[in-house]
């Protein structure tokens, strides 16, 4: 029985439709994304050289948001988002962001930890420095290295930020004003390794400098929330741990500062798990923590 002819345009017409529609919400979701990466252009002063360089980026930009969608669909206690690194690939993103002076100091003796005899029992439940005046507000320290006690220890002494402020970039050092001393570092102490127990004497008595793994993806995007889950332990960036806390549903985080600026994490700052089964921390976090000493 043959089939009537006007049956088949039918058929192809739905199917022609069809085409179209699915075509069309393609074009639609792709012009939006275009339209979101010209904002992100907008918002972090991004000018590319070329359109076929800005056609390079925009398509790590558009993966880096589907990664970041997805991640957040997911049931996580933490989030990711847009920031400065989204056009990065992941690779681009730690070669530019991570291991800055940092090395592995395993080897170096022990020192002397003088919180060792605090009792954690007599320990607040929860830390902010930030809420007794002692942390400076957040930077960004673009390309430079790290290394900061061994260069104050080098000069002898530290003036205040109100009176040498960062200014994130390249320049002659102001001797004169640099020489207004109002702190000095004569060298810095360990808190023992892969002990959160002992990193928590030493937050709760000031900040300390830790090491964490920061170069995957996830730290790359971090938004906020407190970070839990599985997390490298190759050192690659330090931060400061700032205090520590726990969430309303009852997981206990590390407060830590970072140096990316203010659009990376909860306004340059992060929360970490503390307190997990790894006695290396989250991202390493306990490896290498030290302070600095008068």
Known sequence: ???????????????????????????????????????????????????????????????????????????????????QFTDLTNDEFKATKTNKGLKRTSSRAPTRFKYNNVSTDALPTA????????????????QCDGQAFKFIIKIGSLTSE???PYTAQDGQCKTSIASNNVATIKGYEDVPANDES??????????????????????????????????????DHGIAAIGYG??????????????????????????MEKDISDKSGMCGLAMQPSYPTE
């Not at 726990?246 to 929360?271: A, I, P, Q, V």
Request: proline letters at 2%; charged letters at 20%; aromatic letters at 12%.
């Open 246 to 271: 726990m969430t309303s549903d009852g997981t206990k985080y590390w407060l830590l500062k970072n140096s990316w600026g203010t659009t990376w994490g909860e306004s340059g700052y992060l929360r």
């Open 1 to 83: 029985m043959a089939i009537p002819k006007s049956f088949l345009l039918a058929i192809l017409g739905c199917i022609c439709l069809c085409s179209s529609t699915v075509m069309s919400a393609r074009e639609l979701a792709d012009a939006a994304m275009v339209e979101r990466h010209e904002q992100w252009m907008v918002k972090f002063n991004r000018v590319y050289k070329d359109n076929a360089e800005k056609v390079r980026w925009f398509e790590v930009f558009k993966a880096n948001v589907a990664f970041i969608e997805s991640f957040n669909a997911r049931n996580h206690k933490f989030w990711l988002g847009v920031n």
């Open 127 to 142: 830390v902010d420095w930030r809420t007794k005046g002692a942390i400076t507000p957040i930077k960004d320290q673009g």
């Open 162 to 164: 109100a009176n040498y």
């Open 198 to 235: 002992s990193l928590m004497k030493a937050v709760a008595n000031q900040p300390v400098s830790v090491a964490v793994d920061g170069g995957d993806a996830i730290f790359q995007h971090y938004s906020g929330g407190a970070m839990t889950g599985s997390c490298g332990t190759d050192l």
